[in-house]
């Protein structure tokens, strides 16, 4: 990244790495909290269905993420681009 991204260099810092730290251990929290709705529509009555559609909680969530990384390494991280 350093070779092919020289402007880039400049943001390569250790604040900006405990950022991106941050970033990883929400998208963690955040993966790990669809478990929290899909265990439970998995026991419930609505199993069926939502086996048919569970993919749109996959969805929602990375569409979610990928907007909130973004916006992040854009304002916080790499404010100057």
Not at 5 to 26: C, D, I, K, S, Y
């Amino acid at each position: 990244m350093i070779r092919t991204w020289p402007h880039f260099q400049p943001a390569l810092t250790l604040p900006n790495g405990l950022r991106l730290l941050v970033l990883a251990a929400l998208a963690n929290v955040g993966y790990s909290a669809a478990y929290l709705v899909d265990i439970p529509m998995l026991e419930s009555q609505f199993a069926n269905r939502w086996r048919q559609w569970r993919w749109g909680l996959w969805l929602l969530g990375t569409l979610f993420a990928l907007g909130f990384t973004q916006y992040w390494i854009g304002d916080e991280i790499y404010p100057y681009v």
